[in-house]
């Protein structure tokens, strides 16, 4: 078995299930229980150097 098929049957069997955990993990990591202080501040840092509403 060459390297090339070893990575090849890596890749469509635990590289997809290790991607799609990753997915899961950072799409939901913004629903967690001490982020509400985080997303406040990312949701109101584009306004924070806004001035005179320009």
């Known amino acids: ?3 090339y098929e070893i ?3 890596f ?3 635990y590289g997809l299930a290790m991607i799609f955990a ?4 950072l799409c939901l990591w ?3 229980p001490g982020a ?3 997303v406040e501040t990312a ?3 584009i306004f924070k150097d806004d001035e005179h509403g320009q």
């Open 22 to 25: 990753l997915y899961l993990t």
């Open 30 to 32: 913004h629903f967690r």
């Open 1 to 3: 078995m060459s390297l």
């Open 36 to 38: 509400k202080s985080h």
């Open 43 to 45: 949701k109101h840092s």
């Open 7 to 9: 990575l090849r049957h």
């Open 11 to 13: 890749a469509d069997s």
